[in-house]
């Protein structure tokens, strides 16, 4: 009886709640060392593993999503559990009680995790890496529709490492978060298969290596190409950043006055200013959030006139532009701002975008007597109207332009693209993170979050705080130098007046969010017609063999024909690859010459042409009528006995498309190759007449099979993708042209004459037609490395994957563009 009890008790030690609990209590340990460590980010890669690998012995979506809220919950103890303490000090509340509030609302702080696990349970039928790509997607929409307070996701913890952060610049943080996810999910999948030989765990661990050295790549080649547009000489400004060390301003009021309180704050920064100015010669200061705690130029007493005198006189006596934290109010209301002062006065105010929910601002449908009877400390202010762009001005004519962002702003990327699409050359940070004082934990996540504003759009930043962290931050987001938490101090340095580069975010945006979101989209409707099942896979995968005297479309090869089209369309490619390489190195991806086109009808679209009129040549049919295959080509009819025939096999290089090849018995290959239209239903028909197929390799022939099968005639032919097509930009486009160039829509034929009018047509067309050639090229290159790495890690994954990925290229190609092209003539 005591053995069987020792035995239950191992078996319930060993089952799945046991592991998930081992499993959350190793992660949020990882965790926990990671948020707490600048050094030991190496550890994001795998401090999900231990959670991963619990949760794939679940068996339920009900036990996918608990795992999921207890590891939200074991994550917000692990990463956050100091916001909880300042919490508790900020409003009074005993530290127990708002670490326990935090434990209850953690499923709503950070969704993405128990959302994460519930997708990947609930798609795992579809495959591993189908459920791994999806709970991503999942993870990436949740913290785009749902924004957190901080800000924070996971590849914050990346800040440290100088070249992986780089390609922020593509995706924002939310890239380095899927690196992440995707960098636990590869090792988790290795340790799944240590026991089941190499072949099983090789390319997970391939791809486990691969993530962050291609994030290195790139961080390194991306850090050489800032640091030769960096060398370049430029004006520069010196901006002076006072760190005045005062904090809670309400206790000041108390012990003493408003008034008094006001007085030392300016006193201090008055001297501080001055002392930067005598000390460093700056050219322009910045105060922090909220440092002049009263509307400025809108005075509630004749001592708040008089003190808005004062640093409008301070201003004019330095002869220096200053900006500075207060408060503006209006008929809706008062906001938190920044106020830009020059010596001839005010210049303008930044609202603040984003206050801080509840603690700055109340949402009208939220608010009331009650509301203000629980929380007192609840506050009033309104939410500005988005990005502005203000010069700071030295006094010999040298301007900078700056976004100015305050506290909560610089959380997410929007106002700071907002900002460099304005064409700003800085960011003017201002923050207010004294009640971070007893919590350092909070202000350091702050001025990491900072950092990848800087990164995202290359613009260097001066980030100034009361209490600190205050910094300079260039535009690799490497802090350059940072006043110490505490210290009453003055940062000065020079900041380049100059455009930043451009970068893929602030050319669109939060882009990633939308994305995952749209890939979800996708994912949903394709299963919802049943495209994923197992089942319909199957029913796919069975050839249905034609009927006798049913005819096959194909080409039937000579061997010289043959490798003329593959030539012809290799010219094509070089071609092509060419004109991209020599757009590149110019003005990038847009037409803006002659010679573009030039090289594009001569180097493209002319052998494209010459190979499809080698095929339109060698067109023909083929069908089974007893033991003879029939082929007729233009009036030619060839017969072949099929008890002549011996094997037929696939061409190893499927060129110019996958073919076969006929061999007879008497060892002799055929002179001619076919090329049927849908290869498995010819094969399975000669297979069902007795004709062995000797084909060598399963990969070609797999890949080969589901591409002809998910290909669909008159969508993926060339001619509707880059002849008709292109149209349905160009013409409104041309029309567009002639209207603005010549007053009318045949403006040029009335001016010139019916030669020019075709001629500006047919460039326009062109030019649209070598654009949506190069996307193609795009799509099709991702759609077959991807279904390559798919069939190497998944065999059985191919047909799924190939439908899923070739509609989604359709998608983007065929709706992706005009929606593109509609927003961007709007806008």
Known sequence: MGIERVRGAASAMNGPWARLLLGVLMSSALIAVFAAQRAAWPIGFVAWVPWMLALHGLRS????????????????????SWFGLAVAEYTGLPVGWTLLLFCLLAPLL?????????????????????????????????EWLLPKVLGDTFGHGLAPAITLRQI?????????????????????????????????????LLAFALIPSAMGCYGVWRLSELQQAWSEPVEELRVGLVQSALVDYEQRRRDS????????????????????????????????????????????SEDGAAFDREIL?????????????????????EYNAAAFVEPGGLLGFYRKTRPFPITEHVPSWLDGPRLRAWLPWAGSWQP?????????????????????????????????????????????????????????????????????????????QLRVTNNGLSAFIDPAGEVLAVAAAGDRAVLAGPVPAQAPPPTLMVRWGEWLGPAALAGLAVFLVVAAVGRLSASRDN???????????????????PSSVRWAIVVLRGAAATGLGLLLVLMLRGDGLQVSSAWQIQLYLAAVVLPLCLAGLLKFIVVGTARVEGRCLIIEQRGRRIELDLDQLQALQRWCLPLPAPGLSLQFRSGRRWAFALMPADPPQLLACLVAQGVRDATASAWSATLSDWRSKARRRWLDS??????????????????????????????????????????????????????????AAALRTAIETLCWVLFAIHRTQVATARFALEWLGRGMFYLGVPIWFAWRVLS
């Open 61 to 80: 979506n009900g036990a996918a999503i608990a795992a999921g809220v207890v590891m939200s919950i074991a994550f917000v103890l692990a990463a956050f």
């Open 110 to 142: 950070q969704p993405q995790v128990w959302l994460y696990s519930w997708a990947r349970h609930a798609t795992q039928r579809y495959g591993l890496l189908w459920a791994v790509v999806v709970a991503s997607m999942t993870w990436l929409t949740a």
């Open 168 to 204: 922020a610049d593509l995706g924002g943080v939310g890239a380095i978060t899927l690196c992440l996810l995707l960098s636990n999910e590869a090792m988790a999948a290795v340790l799944r298969a240590r026991r089941a030989g190499w072949r099983s765990w090789l390319p997970a």
């Open 257 to 300: 006055s408003a008034h008094a309180v006001v007085r030392e704050v300016l006193d201090v920064h008055f001297e501080l200013s001055q002392s930067a100015i005598e000390q460093h010669g700056v050219d322009a200061l910045v105060w922090a959030e909220t440092v002049y705690p009263t509307t400025f130029l809108n005075p509630r």
């Open 313 to 333: 006189e301070f201003v004019r006596q330095i002869d220096r532009p200053l900006v500075f934290g207060t408060y503006d109010i209006d008929h809706a209301g």
């Open 384 to 460: 500005g109207d988005g990005a502005r762009v203000f010069p700071l001005r030295s006094r010999d004519g040298r301007t900078l332009q700056v976004v100015p962002l305050i506290c909560l702003d610089d959380v997410g990327s929007r106002l700071a693209i907002e900002g460099a699409r304005l064409g700003a050359q800085a960011i003017v940070g201002l923050s207010n993170d004294a009640w971070f004082s007893a919590t350092p934990q909070g202000a350091e996540l702050h001025l990491m979050v900072a950092q990848f504003r800087s990164i995202e759009t290359r613009l260097p």
């Open 539 to 557: 029913a796919a995968a069975r050839v249905t063999l034609p009927k006798p005297g049913e005819a096959h479309k194909l080409w039937l090869l």
């Open 718 to 775: 060339a001619w509707l993708k880059f002849a008709l097509f292109p149209l349905l930009p160009a013409l409104p486009a041309f029309r567009l042209h002639q209207h603005i160039t010549y007053g009318g829509a045949f403006g040029e034929y009335y001016t010139y004459g019916l030669q020019a009018w075709l001629l500006g047509l047919l460039i326009w067309w062109a030019s649209w037609s070598l654009g949506l050639m190069l996307f």
